[in-house]
């Protein structure tokens, strides 16, 4: 019984605010490795919320453009 907790030291399932902080890291250069390893992401969640993430920051830097030429 106590070796099926041992045995269970794998990445554990990320949740959604880790995947953004993870893609927004990667985003900024700054993404500690050690963090990354221990998470386990599939590859639809990265997609999805580095895809989001982008339009976001997209919508605002035209937003910033929209207010300044007005």
């Given at each position: 019984?106590?070796?099926?907790?041992?045995?269970?030291?794998?990445?554990?399932?990320?949740t959604?605010?880790?995947?953004?902080?993870?893609?927004?890291?990667?985003?900024?250069g700054i993404?500690?490795?050690a963090?990354?390893?221990?998470?386990e992401v599939?590859?639809?969640?990265?997609?999805?919320v580095?895809?989001?993430?982008?339009?976001?920051?997209?919508?605002?830097?035209?937003?910033?453009?929209?207010?300044?030429?007005?």
């Amino acid at each position: 019984m106590m070796m099926e907790g041992v045995m269970n030291k794998g990445p554990r399932k990320a949740t959604l605010f880790q995947v953004l902080r993870m893609v927004l890291s990667a985003f900024l250069g700054i993404r500690k490795r050690a963090e990354h390893e221990k998470l386990e992401v599939s590859p639809l969640q990265v997609i999805t919320v580095g895809v989001m993430a982008a339009a976001l920051f997209v919508l605002t830097v035209v937003s910033i453009v929209q207010l300044v030429i007005r």
